[in-house]
């Protein structure tokens, strides 16, 4: 032995110890986040801090808490506690009945119904008054926060649950339904039999309708739709917790069958009467994107032929319900979308902002009340993504869109008078604004690749902020795959594609790894942004760790990149999208660490058919997929938005039986699981089970999974349940 050369060893061994020791340590402090960290529903499901429910009062930004309420000077950044929980509950507690008295056990019972919880759901209405509006079970309150008291006259939802509650501070009354009938002020405005359907949404939630009841600027006048589905197939869902199963079916309209039939009514509180657009036979019309003059005498909306391929902006009377000017109209050879209702400039009562992709981009197009187009407000190859509000003072519009990147939404003015657009932001990452009345302050919920949540109040004018939060990395101590992101060519050689790819973190580029595609391809979906983590999902993060790729795009189909970016699918849906998908895959396969024969592909609803069809188009390139509530055949899905990218069956019948992945059962070749939920009312079962139906016909074999209880997507915790299941399916096959 050499105890020379032994003792340097021994030497070196103890220098080096507490290295390895405090590398040891570290190792074990650091972990790779699991499911239930990732993936909402999870019990350690981690998010980056925020400050849920601000808002602004008048000029003033509302701080909610759940035991405090606080006002924020978007001059200073100074803190004034508005009131406390307590506080409110005190008074609250004091309260009787609705009916002016109440036993004790009556009394009890509605202390209970009283008691608030938190202050995230409070609204500030009144910008020059000290009151906040409470939200209860069956009830709003207004309450004086400098007087520590509950205003007089407070509306109620009625001793029924009410749902759809709409309130209007101007003219204080309170409409909801109840079932399939709408209520005002605890009066029945309809009384309707089986199959209509009153106060709620309508044409499936299609052309940016989101609530059924729209009170005018006084509050003194209520429009509603009554939609009659009574002549609608209906679907038959089975609810599988009854002793004997037992069927919940629902109206759904498929693809080239009957469709519901939607009127307008406009209710009086103070004459409890209803009068009826009159709009014609509504037969195969959709009328959309309600508002009112600034004046609440005349009431506008947009109505979209059955074709969806022209558009009229039409001014009805409020007190006739008769037709007064059809303003605008909007024809394409593909379709018309209109997504957003016209917008009154504040300042003036006869001229509005009415929003169109005319140009090929989603812009602003300034209209007086004559129907004249005074002039276009914004241009270029970006979209305008939402406008939040006006600053009536310097004739301002302030917007979101895309500007500085299709894969970013950042804040903007825009001058009316002169269309000078201006920067609000830092002009990196994901921008949501909400501005204060004024328009001279912006909250700003800001993120980016390396930042998951910033929030400031801007300064619209001076553009200075105040910072609110900057939220902790919710993985922080965490082993965390890397991301990239890039372009590539779509298929027609020419348009650029942006892509996500997320490595391991113990990446090593002499390795070869399995990829898999998580993928959705559809209309008004956008995977890859500049967001925080590139917007990846915590299932992809999960997997990347597992050590696989995963590679998302955004293939010609998608949002955010402008008409003709998205509508070259027209008529035949999951085409284009597919070649696409396939460019990414060559490029995958130039890279010297996948492993071109273990690649897979995931996706949910039009993801979910977009994997199913390219596991058939391209048996030789996709060996495993798990596909989520897919469509399978168009013809089953429903009217308005299947008939505007595919027209109809009669009309395009080489279209559907292209796009039918039933007739493409036979050249299964992988390993395909399809996931589905028994309750799915969007893309209905019979999809996935005459696909099984048509596999078996083929003598291919796919496997199969049902979610009980569950409509278009898994929820809550059972969602752990469902990414588990499907990493244990490429765990298994790839």
């Not at 589905?229 to 629902?250: F, H, K, W």
């Amino acid at each position: 032995m050499n105890i020379k050369r032994t003792g340097k060893a021994i030497v070196a061994l103890l220098l080096t110890a507490p290295a390895l020791f405090t590398t040891e340590l570290m190792a074990q402090d650091s972990k790779k986040p699991t499911l239930e960290d990732l993936i909402p529903g999870g019990e350690t499901y981690r998010i980056a801090d925020n400050l849920p429910g601000l808002q602004w009062w008048g000029d003033v930004c509302i701080k909610p808490g759940i035991d405090s309420l606080f006002a924020v000077n978007p001059k200073t950044g100074k803190e004034t506690l508005l009131t406390t929980r307590e506080k409110v509950n005190q008074v609250l507690n004091s309260l009787i009945t609705p009916t002016g008295t109440a036993a004790a056990s009556d009394r009890k019972g509605e202390g209970k119904r009283n008691k608030v919880q938190h202050f995230y759901n409070t609204e500030f209405p009144w910008p020059d008054k000290p009151h906040m509006l409470i939200k209860l079970p069956g009830r709003y309150i207004v309450y004086d926060f400098d007087k520590d008291e509950f205003v007089a006259g407070m509306p109620q939802a009625g001793k029924k649950n009410g749902s759809n509650i709409d309130y209007t501070p101007e003219g204080g009354h309170l409409a909801y339904t109840v079932g399939n009938n709408l209520y005002v002020d605890n009066q029945a405005v309809t009384d309707e039999p089986e199959g209509i359907v009153c106060g709620q949404t309508v044409h499936r939630n299609e052309f940016g309708i989101g609530k059924g009841t729209f009170w005018n600027p006084q509050g003194n006048l209520l429009a509603f739709y009554r939609m009659d589905e009574s002549m609608v197939t209906q679907y038959p869902l089975v609810d599988i917790t009854a002793r004997i199963g037992e069927v919940n079916p629902v109206r759904y309209p498929m693809a080239g069958m009957t469709s519901h039939k939607v009127t307008v009514g406009i209710y009086s509180p103070d004459t409890q009467k209803t009068v009826y657009l009159n709009t014609g036979d509504p037969t195969d019309r959709y009328f959309t994107n309600i508002s009112w003059a600034p004046d609440g005498r005349s009431l506008y909306l947009i109505e979209l032929n059955r074709d969806q391929n022209h558009s009229k902006l039409c001014r009805y009377d409020a007190e006739t319900g008769e037709l007064t000017a059809t303003l605008i109209e909007e024809t394409h050879p593909k379709y018309v979308e209109p997504q957003q209702p016209i917008l009154f400039l504040p300042w003036s009562d006869t001229r509005f902002i009415y929003q169109s992709q005319r140009d090929g981009y989603n812009h602003l197009y300034l209209y007086d009340t004559d129907g004249k187009l005074i002039r276009q407000l914004t241009k270029g190859e970006w979209l305008v993504q939402q406008v939040l509000g006006f600053n009536s003072k310097k004739k301002e519009i302030i917007i979101a869109s895309t500007a500085a990147s299709p894969l970013q939404s950042n804040l903007y003015k825009v001058n009316v008078n002169t269309g000078r657009c201006t920067p609000l932001d830092n002009g990196k990452g994901i921008h949501n604004g909400i501005l204060s009345a004024s328009g001279n302050y912006l909250i700003d919920r800001y993120s980016a690749p390396d930042t998951p949540r910033k929030i400031d109040i801007i300064n619209t004018q001076n553009s200075k902020s105040i910072n609110l939060l900057v939220a902790a990395n919710p993985y922080e101590g965490f082993i965390m795959p890397t991301i990239e992101t890039g372009t590539i060519k779509a298929a027609d050689g020419k348009t650029d594609l942006y892509y996500r790819l997320i490595k391991p973190a113990d990446f090593d580029p002499d390795k070869k790894y399995p990829a898999i595609v998580y993928v959705y391809g559809g209309p008004h979906a956008q995977l890859v942004t500049n967001g925080w983590m590139n917007d990846a999902r915590g299932w992809d993060l999960y997997m990347a760790n597992k050590g696989y790729i995963l590679f998302t795009l955004d293939n010609r189909g998608s949002s955010n990149r402008g008409l003709e970016f998205e509508n070259v699918t027209f008529r035949h849906l999951g085409i284009e999208e597919g070649k696409d998908q396939v460019k990414g895959i060559e490029y995958l396969k130039s890279l010297p660490y996948i492993d071109a024969c273990r690649i897979g592909v995931h996706g949910w609803s039009f993801g979910g058919h977009m994997t199913t069809a390219l596991m058939l188009r391209y048996p030789e390139i996709f060996k495993v997929g798990v596909a989520g509530g897919p469509v399978i055949d168009w013809r089953f899905y429903e009217i308005m938005y299947g008939e505007r990218y595919m027209d109809t069956p009669q009309t395009n019948p080489e279209g559907y039986g292209q796009c039918d992945l039933k007739n493409l059962a036979g050249a299964l070749k992988g390993h395909l699981l399809i996931i589905h939920d028994d309750h799915d009312d969007t893309c209905v079962p019979q999809h996935t089970l005459s696909f099984m139906k048509a596999c078996v016909d083929a003598r291919t074999y796919p496997d199969l999974f049902i979610y009980p209880g569950h409509k278009h997507n898994v929820l809550g915790r059972d969602r752990v349940h469902l990414h588990e299941k499907i990493t244990r399916y490429f765990e298994d096959y790839l």
